[in-house]
């Protein structure tokens, strides 16, 4: 029986070393591609997207008086130099609409999106003289597209547009005390998260209204943002809105896209917890075998062993060109069938489609299922460990092991 025992269990660690084996595989596979994957999404759609509030702001000049020294002999000059005074926004209205597209790269799934961008901006003119104004639009990303790009100053819209690096730069005069609006607009597409921002520092918005509608759920804010102060249901979708009247913050505004589950890391977690779940299927096969008086070899443990394995390896490979649930569904048909009708000739009928069938439903397909749902795959793992344990104990807590142990040692004495 102790030579048994160890036999199993030297089958069971090589069968966890190649599932280590394989696990490591699919993560290779799947991060090796994806800085590349990453940088051609980002080459053909786009990336992350912060649309930074403009900045508006004329110019002065003054003489001012420079010293130097030339040819031994102090020189004093006036020099004209170029002063920025900023025009604060007095009121905005911004709104985006994001729709959300997935893209699959590799063993990866990108959440790539589509927003239309709309922007309304007042300033006024706070001195007692006619300025022009210049205006500084940052485009949100370096790589991107602009389609359908409209942009207003004081109700005139510019025809020719010259971007100017990564900014576009324009002029229009502001009379003293006027009030102009400024409006942009454009359709472009991102991956991952959008934002908008204030600036590099603290900030001061006044009178500030953003509203962002998805045709998603499932969205979450990313690290240094701002919380809606409003939001809504729709049939599809949310309604996000931020509305502030005169508000000092370093914070930005952003929603990050939801992410479908990836099939590489998720194959590989599965992977990693199946010796969990083989030691599970091998404990109560070796306690049924034991109790019922069953020889089973443990040969016949390494060919479970091998199709417990077989789930696994044609998932890891099946996902690549499939989606992951029905992948796991033939995964587990094939594994089960291996098992059963395997089990079927060693024991019987009755054994392979009862208390075998079940326990690999159970410990195999049941426990990696419970994968698709992260947040609660640890909790239900330490369930089905507990009720395992405690259906065993139950069972067994008025056998003589010993006697048990003794019947088996003979009958495996007995038999060639």
Not at 53 to 77: C, L, M, N, R
Not at 100 to 128: C, D, H, M
Not at 375 to 391: A, D, K, R
């Amino acid at each position: 029986m102790i030579k048994q025992l160890l036999a199993i269990f030297f089958i069971y660690v090589c069968t966890a070393v190649a599932w280590a084996i394989l696990g490591n595989t699919v993560l290779s596979r799947t991060y090796s591609s994806d800085g590349a994957n990453g940088e051609r999404i980002g080459q053909l759609w786009g990336t992350a997207q912060n649309q930074v509030a403009p900045i508006f702001y004329y110019e002065t000049q003054k003489q001012v008086k420079q010293t130097s020294v030339k040819d031994g002999k102090t020189v004093t000059e006036l020099v004209t130099e170029t002063e920025r005074h900023a025009v604060p926004i007095e009121k905005s209205d911004v709104n985006a609409k994001i729709n959300l597209e997935y893209r699959k790269k590799g063993l990866l799934w990108y959440s790539t999106y589509k927003v239309n961008f709309g922007g309304a901006y007042q300033i006024t003119n706070p001195t007692a003289e006619p300025r022009t104004v210049h205006v500084a639009i940052p485009l949100p990303a370096q790589q991107a597209i602009y389609d359908n790009f409209r942009m207003v100053l004081g109700g005139n819209t510019v025809k020719n547009i010259l971007p100017a690096g990564n900014d576009l730069a324009e002029v229009f005069p502001l009379l003293p005390g006027k009030t102009e609006n400024v409006q942009i607009s454009y359709d472009s597409q991102g991956l991952n998260t959008w934002r908008y921002g204030f600036g590099t520092s603290v900030n001061q918005v006044k009178d500030f209204n953003l509203n962002i509608v998805t045709d998603f759920d499932g969205f979450d804010f990313p690290e240094g943002s701002m919380s809606p102060t409003d939001k809504k249901k729709l049939d599809r979708g949310w309604q996000l809105n931020w509305r502030y009247k005169n508000l000092l913050t370093g914070y930005d505004i952003g929603i990050k896209m939801p992410e479908k589950l990836n099939p590489g890391p998720w194959v590989s977690k599965v992977t990693f917890f199946a010796p969990v779940s083989l030691f599970l299927f091998f404990f109560m096969l070796f306690v049924f075998t034991t109790i019922k008086g069953i020889r089973v070899h443990p040969m016949n443990y390494f060919f479970i062993g091998a199709a417990f394995f077989s789930f696994h390896l044609l998932l890891a490979y099946l996902v690549d060109h499939i989606s992951v649930d029905l992948a796991f569904a033939i995964s587990s048909i094939v594994s089960v069938l291996l098992v059963v009708s395997y089990m079927r000739l060693v024991v019987s009928n009755k054994f392979a489609f009862g208390e075998v069938a079940i326990s690999q439903l159970i410990y195999l397909i049941f426990f990696s299922y419970t994968f698709f749902f992260e947040q609660y795959t640890g909790l239900v793992i330490t369930i089905l460990c507990i009720l395992t344990l405690f259906i065993m104990m139950q069972f067994t807590g008025r056998i003589d092991w010993s006697d048990v142990f003794r019947q088996a040692g003979a009958k495996n004495s007995a038999k060639p």
